[in-house]
């Protein structure tokens, strides 16, 4: 009788679980080097006014400045807080209280993105140069699962993204820079056009060609893990051009809420998807001009934020957190979501708990 038991409370239990979990598919967006101070309290104003900085102070400030910081933030992130934070939940607004950190002591891009998809900050990674990455990450580990062969795709402006995820040993598709789109469907062989006839400002495809193409394949080629990653905010804020650090944050938002638009539309990613968005590390604040800069010498560079919106997490807008949340936590999260477990292989990250309901 006691088995009996045991083994109804088990079923209970693990029927309960498949009731409750939603999330069929995650779409994960990172936007490179975006600080969260800008993303919790909109412009800057001792940056805006550096002529060093911004070129065009009265237009900026026209479009995104607010003596009031709540509004300030919405005008340049209008999808994050007028629709992530109302569904979903955000952390990182040290001002507040909620801290994510980098774990790993570098502060810059590809130990940045290693952390991110291994839960590993690896001190063997510590460059930006093409060398494959030896740790397993939680696209690849998906990738593997039933069901998801063949059903996880990457597109990415920065070029090194093939090495970061590996897709020489992952099999995975890991579109970057101007990587041919060699398929049947015409909407994808005019971005195709586009990309290798447009300019390259920066050096790399533009994020709006990165999107628009991850956007079209998402469409047609129904993805259950999409990942996309932006470039233009990191560049330009290296640059020290404010205004197109901010015009490039703001365009970015615009394409979150068309991409979530897009998902919504569709039938089989309405209400079964989960929205991921992050950064890979963050930038110089306490002396000013080091907004430009980020690494190892950089005391906040490792202060970073994720916004997060989906059928199994619960709606709670700013998130309080009790005890400091790591960029490794993310990889174990997004397995978590899809009701897998992944561990890292060097040393273990939870998932972040709060995220799923």
Not at 22 to 43: A, C, H, S, Y
Not at 86 to 104: C, F, H, I
Not at 128 to 134: E, G, M, P, S, Y
């Amino acid at each position: 009788m006691k088995k009996i038991i045991f083994f109804a409370l088990l079923l209970e239990a693990s029927f309960g679980f498949a009731q409750s979990h939603k999330t069929e598919n995650v779409v994960i967006v990172t936007l490179d080097g975006m600080r969260w101070q800008e993303v919790f309290g909109g412009v800057d104003l001792a940056i805006l006014n550096d002529k060093r900085f911004t070129r065009d102070s009265a237009d900026i400030a026209k479009k995104f400045w607010d003596d009031d910081a709540n509004k300030r933030r919405q005008l340049l992130f209008s999808f994050v807080w007028n629709t992530i934070a109302k569904e979903g939940q955000l952390y990182g607004d040290r001002n507040m209280g909620s801290e994510v950190n980098n774990a790993n002591r570098y502060k810059f891009s590809y130990p940045g993105y290693n952390e991110i998809f291994t839960g590993y900050p690896d001190t063997a990674v510590n460059s930006n140069d093409k060398i494959l990455n030896k740790n397993t990450n939680v696209l690849e580990f998906i990738n593997k699962q039933k069901g998801y062969t063949g059903k996880v795709a990457t597109f990415s402006t920065w070029d090194v993204f093939p090495y970061i995820l590996n897709k020489w040993r992952s099999g995975m598709y890991v579109n970057s820079d101007v990587d041919t789109l060699k398929f049947d469907n015409r909407d994808l062989r005019l971005i195709n056009d586009i990309q290798f006839l447009s300019t390259r400002p920066l050096g790399v495809r533009p994020d709006i060609l990165t999107y628009i193409a991850a956007r079209e394949y998402f469409k047609a080629y129904k993805p259950k893990v999409l990942y996309i990653a932006f470039d233009e905010t990191d560049d330009f804020a290296h640059a020290g051009e404010y205004d197109q650090y901010l015009g490039s944050a703001h365009a970015e938002d615009g394409m979150l809420a068309d991409l979530w638009k897009t998902i919504q539309s569709l039938p089989e990613y309405k209400n079964k998807t989960t929205l991921i968005v992050t950064c890979d590390h963050g930038r110089g604040d306490k002396i000013k001009e080091q907004w430009r800069d980020h690494g190892e010498k950089i005391e906040d560079a490792g202060h970073i934020w994720i916004a997060v919106m989906g059928p199994d997490t619960k709606a709670g807008g700013e998130i309080k957190t009790l005890s400091p949340i790591y960029q490794k936590q993310i990889a174990p999260t997004i397995a978590a979501l899809l009701g897998f477990h992944f561990v890292p292989d060097h040393e273990s990250a939870e998932q972040i708990t709060t995220i799923i309901k």
